[in-house]
């Protein structure tokens, strides 16, 4: 199993709406802050888990979903904000969802299918591969494709 990919496919996750929550000021994105605290090796280095999650943000940043000014050691990404590309991807609607109750507002209907509250109900939920499949809607370069069919059929 390649757990490292779903470990990555959380961080990406929360490391974005961490920022989707602060946007559009910029700041400090701390590894802890995402999979808690883990203590250093006994040469001080950080864990393999604390690295991996640090490679995910470093990676959303080489990919342009996010910038940032500078690392804070191992520690963080120090005044971190999402692109416009990040900030267009988290704001889409999840393909074919349809909200529960059509009575509610469309401004209400609107943030429910977006692609940061399905996450966030996700990464909330502890659901691994309901969050897998919405990192990898997040980062598929044409989101009104076909493939979705199967995923919207889950969120309905």
């Known amino acids: 199993m390649d757990l490292q990919i779903d470990d990555f496919y959380k961080d990406a996750a929360a490391g974005l709406l961490m920022l989707y929550q602060a946007f559009p000021r910029k700041v400090a994105l701390y590894v802890e802050d995402l999979i808690g605290r883990e203590e250093p090796d006994e040469f001080g280095l950080p864990t393999k888990r604390h690295q991996s999650c640090l490679g995910a943000l470093l990676w959303l940043a080489d990919e342009g979903y996010i910038r940032f000014d500078s690392t804070i050691q191992f520690q ?44 966030r109900d996700a990464l909330k939920g502890g659901h691994g591969e309901r969050i897998a499949q919405l990192a990898r809607l997040l980062f598929e370069n044409k989101p009104d494709s076909p493939s979705h069919s199967s995923l919207a059929a889950q969120t309905t």
């Open 76 to 119: 963080a990404l120090d005044q971190a904000v999402l692109t416009e590309k990040g900030f267009i991807r988290l704001t889409r609607a999840v393909p074919g969802y349809i909200a529960g109750d059509r009575s509610l507002p469309p401004s209400v209907l609107r943030i429910q299918a977006s692609l940061a509250h399905q996450l």
